[in-house]
């Protein structure tokens, strides 16, 4: 061993010890505040209509707040607060929650699309853990939209804001029923998201969601019938906004193909919102796996399933896996006009507008996640950034500008254009010239991908450099292989325990530490 590298270690390892019984910076250590855990019921004893501004601190009282915009006050002009941490089932058996139900089953705020939450809800920054939402609806004579998330439905005057819904798992279905004698009926139509299952002209800010979304939709003769799911909105319209948000959860629409198949039937799966219709999306991203399997039409996107006029998306990106597919065998050829069809893209997977005043853009985004979209015939595409439109409107598919993708997902940035000189390679992504591409909003970090700058300002849980929203052994593993050189770190500020602005085997040390002290 060189005499400079066993001072370099001998040094190195006094520090280690010497730092083990120092006092550690306030700052460096994360206490979670403790969440309570819901009983189940709803308290509302706390609201006074003649008052504009409340502060909710119980798990009981969102409950409650869901039972009075369900009993139909939209609460327009009220604020409400937040106050702490809220846990609404126990998560230790989170990951069979599909087949073993936890104790309390969320009803969404603002159910009914024709009542929903018209206030303004300030997170504060939040959690809100174990959220639980199972609905299923019947296809009948009457036809409903049926809507899930923390809120269901939001309109114009809502705000939305500061959520971190952790630990979640929303499933939304409809059944079929078939009146006897009818060939034609109404259907029911699901919306499930995250944080909100359609927002009619709210904005949603600073929201952010990991778990698990569902939205499956069954047959309806008669109409068209669809399924969307989003990990922060399911359907976003009406000039609604999503802004500086993300998802890290698992997000699936599909479609239970029947008998009665008369219609052409779509499932929109997004990062963040399922379908977007004259809205826009800024600033928001994805790394979670969203997936769109339908009979007729899959659409998936990392950041929006479909765009629909005056669609604006900008300062985006996914590294999330995005699949759609189709089982429908139809021959119809997608040049011929209206046809069954899967597309996959890496912002968008489907983007439709019928004139250049409906045109929407892409703008300042990138994708890092894989494509992949499949059917028993040819009519399917994937795009580094747009999937795919319908071809009668090819002329007014959306404007991609300034937009990059993973050269191992795509050669093209829309999915039934030309192959283009946009791909960039995984060592091209991780320079700082690459962030400097993307202008102001996104943040270099050295030998990573960009993140958004609001990412880079958000101090994270000290120690959780996998993003997990936890500090855990694998943080440790993780820290280590990362001064080892074998793995890169998936939050790297994260792991600057030791307050340095330095990344070495100092902050490995107050991490392991930290982990004592937990335990």
Known sequence: MNKYLKNTITSMTVGLLALTAMPMPASAVTIPKKADSWDGTADTSWYDSESDSFSIDTAEALAGLAELVNAGDPMTGKSFYLERDLLLNAIGNYENWDTEPPANNWKSIGTDKNAPFDGIFYGQGNTICGMYQKTTQMNDHNFRIFCGG???????????SGIDCRYAYVHLENEQIVPENTMYFEISIPYAGGICGMSQGGSITDCHFDGTVISLAASGGGMSNSAYAGGICGRNNADSSITNCSNRGTIFASYVAEEFDFIRVFCYAGGICGYAEDASVN????????????????LAGGISGGMWHCV??????????????????????ITDG??????????????????????????????????????PIENFSSGGILGGTDVQYMDYTAKIVNCYYLDTTSDRCFGMGEADDFA?????????????????AFYYQPNHYPI????????????????????????????????????????????????????????????????????
């Open 452 to 519: 958004l700058t609001w990412e880079a300002d958000k101090t994270p849980d000290t120690g959780d450099v996998n993003g997990d929203g936890l500090f855990s052994l694998s943080d440790v593993v993780m820290m280590q292989k990362f001064i080892l050189g074998s793995e890169y770190l998936t939050v790297p500020q994260a792991g600057d325990a030791y307050l340095d602005l330095k990344l070495d085997g100092f902050d490995l040390a107050v991490m392991k530490r930290l982990l004592i002290l937990a335990e």
């Open 338 to 375: 209206p046809a069954y069809f899967a597309m996959s893209g890496g912002i968008a997977g489907d983007c439709l507008a019928k004139n250049e005043e409906q045109q929407g853009s892409i703008r300042n985004c990138y994708n890092s996640g894989s494509l992949y979209s499949n059917g």
């Open 150 to 160: 923390v809120f269901g439905t939001i309109s114009e005057n809502a705000e939305i």
């Open 312 to 333: 604006n998306i900008e300062n985006a990106y996914n590294t999330g896996n995005i699949s759609a597919s189709t089982l429908s065998e139809d021959t119809t050829s």
């Open 283 to 298: 600033g928001c991203c994805n790394s979670g796996e969203v997936s769109a399997k339908a009979y007729y039409n899959g």
């Open 424 to 440: 960039q390679t995984d060592a091209e992504m991780r320079e700082e010239l690459f962030a400097g591409l993307l202008w102001e």
